[in-house]
């Protein structure tokens, strides 16, 4: 839920936390694709001045979660069935590669906290909590920990800076509580044990088969509602 940012005397700080909180509301349903955000609602909503509002609005618009249109103001970004298709395209090659590179240079210490998050992800839906594997993020979030552990900055730039935000949202969007998700978590096993392996081309063709398999998922949960809000609008 949306709350009331408590106060600062630091404009960049009450940037940093309303930008934070409409992320993740975003990211995790709270405000739908498509819906329009409103400044003074927002303002109101946070009780912030509108300053570090449109800052963060700025910094939501560089994560491709918000777009703004002339004579339509900033909404939520609705990707096309195509658009969403090229996201996972694009993942579907860079994640691939950021496997190979991390079964490749990835130290055996951190192949183990990648296991020990895995294992943290199966209890986590052992005890039915979805939303905790499925909204976890950055080093609570399995690719995240294999992009960054590419070792490759430009990677880690493209993946985990620019498209993150927007992949994470899809995924949260298509993935909870279905049969896909016990599918994808068996996925993310093989994944690891490809890279504990040390075994870079069978890690990046998992993945890309991983990756491929979501990305027909949200296909067919396209095709199946064309026309139906997955989100719930609030602001």
């Known amino acids: ?53 449109r800052e963060a609005m700025r910094r939501l618009e560089a994560t491709h979660l918000v777009e703004r249109r002339a004579n339509v103001g900033a909404r939520v970004v609705s990707l096309s069935a ?8 694009v993942r579907e090659t860079l994640e691939g590669l950021a496997a190979r590179l991390a079964a490749e240079t990835m130290t055996d210490a951190e192949i183990a906290e990648l296991q020990r998050l895995l294992d943290a992800h199966r209890a986590s839906v052992a005890r039915d909590h979805w939303q905790a594997y499925f909204q976890s993020e950055g080093d609570w979030d399995f690719h995240y920990r294999i992009v960054h552990g590419s070792g490759n900055r430009r990677l880690i730039a493209i993946l985990c800076d620019d498209l993150y935000y927007l992949a994470r949202m899809y995924r949260c969007q298509f993935g909870m509580k279905s049969e896909r998700a016990t599918a994808a978590l068996k996925e993310h096993g093989l994944i690891v044990d490809a890279i504990g392996e040390r075994d870079g081309e069978l890690a990046e063709w998992l993945m890309r088969r991983h990756i491929r398999a979501s990305r027909r998922h949200a296909e067919q949960c396209i095709a199946s509602h064309p026309h139906q809000p997955t989100m719930r609008p609030v602001a």
């Open 1 to 53: 839920m949306l709350a009331a940012i408590t106060s600062t005397t630091d404009s960049d700080t009450l940037a940093d936390r309303v930008f934070a909180q409409i992320r993740c509301a975003i990211v995790e349903g709270e405000i739908a694709p498509g819906s329009k955000l409103s400044e003074p609602v927002l303002a109101d909503r946070f009780a912030i001045s509108r300053g570090p509002l």
């Open 82 to 89: 195509g658009q969403l298709v090229e996201l996972y395209q």
